[in-house]
């Protein structure tokens, strides 16, 4: 249990760190969510064990889906029913299998403003 709050905790203040001002209310929404748990803003952050991390950061995300029309749409469908485990497209960049849903801790409104924030990440 102390690791886990450790772990937590550490992540928190890497993505204040890496946060742009003004996005203090994105991070707290991700951070209440759980997103952190799994996600950083910054490549190379390490999962458990020092494993790769679970899901791919934000600024990864960033990148690829920033020229993909629909891609606001796609992700935020995603965050709200979780991914197929069998359709990873992050594999072998995370130790994670599949997101899983999340419209029980976020609303779709939510979801779809932290999806904006993360594509708008440079």
Same mark, same amino acid.
């Given at each position: 249990?102390?690791?886990?709050?450790?772990?937590?905790?550490?992540?928190?203040? *890497? $993505?204040?760190?890496?946060?742009?001002? &003004?996005?203090?209310?994105? @991070?707290?929404?991700?951070?209440? %969510? #759980?997103?952190?748990?799994?996600?950083?803003?910054?490549?190379?952050?390490?999962?458990?064990?020092?494993?790769?991390?679970?899901?791919?950061?934000?600024?990864?995300? *960033? $990148?690829?889906?920033?020229?993909?029309? &629909?891609?606001?749409?796609? @992700?935020?469908?995603?965050?709200? %029913? #979780?991914?197929?485990?069998?359709?990873?497209?992050?594999?072998?960049?995370?130790?994670?299998?599949?997101?899983?849903?999340?419209?029980?801790?976020?609303?779709?409104?939510? $979801?779809?403003?932290?999806?904006?924030?993360?594509?708008?990440?440079?």
């Amino acid at each position: 249990m102390n690791r886990l709050l450790i772990a937590l905790t550490t992540a928190l203040l *890497a $993505a204040q760190a890496w946060a742009a001002p &003004g996005d203090d209310e994105v @991070l707290k929404l991700a951070n209440n %969510a #759980g997103c952190m748990t799994c996600h950083h803003i910054e490549p190379g952050g390490k999962g458990p064990n020092g494993l790769p991390p679970i899901g791919p950061a934000w600024r990864e995300v *960033a $990148a690829k889906y920033k020229s993909q029309k &629909g891609a606001q749409q796609q @992700l935020t469908a995603t965050v709200m %029913a #979780g991914s197929s485990p069998y359709e990873s497209h992050w594999k072998g960049k995370v130790s994670g299998l599949a997101m899983p849903p999340n419209k029980v801790v976020v609303s779709e409104a939510d $979801a779809a403003r932290l999806v904006a924030w993360i594509l708008a990440l440079e």
